[in-house]
T-cell receptor, first 111, second 111 residues
């Protein structure tokens, strides 16, 4: 069964304190790993897509990496406005295109 | 702004009632996906349409149904509502099997 697990469930950082969020997955044929940011009561906002092990993508203070079993979202020198829930999702060969989501990591950055 | 629109933003109704949620995808996107997000379950895939045809079903209850119209907008119909159906309902669209872009969601409260 396709599965996505994110850790930690919650992370509290001081402004400027870099850290990483983890997403581990088991899928029958990976068709993309996706990172989203979700603010309370809002729809998920697309951040990155990774397709193959070794691939990396960056956007401002965020950098996503992918291995064969997990992905990391590295946050460098975070700011309070980076506070949100970060969701990881995978597309699998067993699906028609729908995504399987993890439960997310809730990030709080204090000034 | 993802380009995906959803109406209404909030919906409050009573148990046993029926409601319709509406979604307009991004211009040019043929695929529409519906997801349910509750506090304990995270984002759960319900159903996918591609160019008017049903493509995939997730854990969608028999009381729920959906359709995609020729102009590509989609509606999700929820009937015989129960307290447990209270959740955020998101629509997402994509041009293919890649990244999906989410709308702002409809918050359904069943009293």
């Amino acid at each position: 069964e396709d599965q996505v697990t994110q850790s930690p469930e919650a992370l509290r950082l001081q402004e400027g304190e870099s850290s990483s969020l983890n997403c581990s997955y088991t899928v029958s044929g990976l068709r993309g790993l996706f990172w989203y940011r979700q603010d309370p009561g809002k729809g998920p906002e697309f951040l990155f897509t990774l397709y193959s092990a070794g691939e990396e993508k960056e956007k401002e203070r965020l950098k996503a990496t992918l291995t064969k079993k997990e992905s990391f979202l590295h946050i460098t020198a975070p700011k309070p406005e980076d506070s949100a829930t970060y969701l990881c999702a995978v597309g699998s060969g067993g699906s028609q295109g729908n995504l399987i989501f993890g439960k997310g990591t809730k990030l709080s950055v204090k000034p | 702004d993802s380009g995906v629109t959803q109406t209404p933003k909030h919906l409050i109704t009573a148990t046993g009632q029926r409601v319709t949620l509406r979604c307009s995808p991004r211009s040019g996107d043929l695929s529409v996906y519906w997801y349910q997000q509750s506090l304990d379950q995270g984002l759960q895939f319900l159903i996918q349409y591609y160019n008017g045809e049903e493509r995939a079903k997730g854990n969608i209850l028999e009381r729920f149904s959906a359709q995609q119209f020729p102009d590509l907008h989609s509606e999700l119909n929820l009937s015989s509502l129960e307290l447990g159906d209270s959740a955020l309902y998101f629509c997402a669209s994509s041009p293919s099997k890649g990244e999906q872009f989410f709308g702002p969601g409809t918050r359904l409260t069943v009293l």
